[in-house]
């Protein structure tokens, strides 16, 4: 599945979509997930076949 959400104490207008970790470890897919500094879980991008994108002025999606 592809999200789309905020990250806590950003601003509401910066959107991303992308994977979300859960979905991965979900899927047995260990190798794409790791757990970083702050305890969150994070998605290595580079293992995945899904870029992980911002979402400006709605519609317009640039690579992060």
């Not at 905020?6 to 790791?34: F, H």
């Not at 305890?39 to 709605?58: A, E, R, W």
């Amino acid at each position: 599945n592809i999200y789309e959400w905020n990250y806590i104490g950003e601003s509401t207008s910066n959107r991303y979509r992308g994977v979300i970790a859960q979905d991965l470890l979900s899927k047995q897919r260990y190798d794409a997930v790791a757990e970083m500094d702050n305890g969150y879980l994070g998605v290595d991008y580079s293992k995945v076949d899904v870029q992980l994108t911002k979402i400006k002025n709605g519609t317009t999606t640039v690579p992060v």
